[in-house]
T-cell receptor, first 114, second 109 residues
């Protein structure tokens, strides 16, 4: 089954404790992206990657890092989480060729930073 | 810059009622337009799309027409069901996907 898999689904952590949210897709998509969803703000892009070793900032990159060492994986790293990063996070992917194609989203990771 | 504006929710309807969720956009160039749906506790799923002016996207009884003259992509369904209760996001795609803030639909029996 074609899918984007995120882990964990739920995470509670303390301020300053480094964490990684994993994202993996099995569709051989070139493009991958991370979004955060907050009430009243919709989804905002954090980082995206056009292909292996190519990453770029989205609209709200502060406090986050990403890497793209393999085509299928695109982890999101919070080096020193803060309470304002409490949010619902989604990873998404699509083929690069053709902006007419929709994105495939993961099931989400609900992060709480206390 | 590019942006999407959706009507505020929640939208509360009785089963079998007619649904309209308004969506307008601002974009340079010729974006593709999408509606995504998020059921409780789940990720976003592509509901329908339209890639050029006057295209009509449809799926599961939902429809939306790409109106370039009014820069709109309103979502409609003739008869909603309780199972349609979800959050609906309008989005445009040029070089990246930009979402509206989402509209929660609640359908009661």
């Amino acid at each position: 089954e074609a899918q984007v898999t995120q882990n964990p689904r739920y995470l509670i952590t303390v301020t300053g404790k480094k964490l990684t949210v994993t994202c993996s897709q099995n569709m051989n998509h070139e493009y991958m992206s991370w979004y955060r969803q907050d009430p009243g703000l919709g989804l905002r892009q954090i980082y995206y990657s056009m292909n292996v070793e190519v990453t770029d900032k989205g609209d709200v990159p502060e406090g986050y890092k990403v890497s793209r060492k393999e085509k299928r994986n695109f982890p999101l790293i919070l080096e020193s989480p803060s309470p304002n990063q409490t949010s619902l996070y989604f990873c998404a992917s699509r083929t690069t060729f053709g902006r007419n194609y929709g994105y495939t989203f993961g099931s989400g990771t609900r992060l709480t930073v206390v | 810059g590019n942006s999407v504006t959706q009507m505020e929710g929640p939208v509360t309807l009785s089963e079998e009622a007619f649904l309209t969720i308004n969506c307008t956009y601002t974009a340079t160039g010729y974006p593709s337009l999408f509606w995504y749906v998020q059921y409780p506790g789940e990720g976003l799923q592509l509901l329908l799309k339209a890639t050029k002016a006057d295209d009509k996207g449809s799926n599961k009884g939902f429809e939306a027409t790409y109106r370039k003259e009014t820069t709109s992509f309103h979502l409609e369904k003739g008869s909603v069901q309780v199972s349609d209760s979800a959050v609906y996001f309008c989005a445009l795609n040029t070089d990246k996907l930009i979402f509206g803030t989402g509209t929660r639909l609640q359908v009661f029996p």
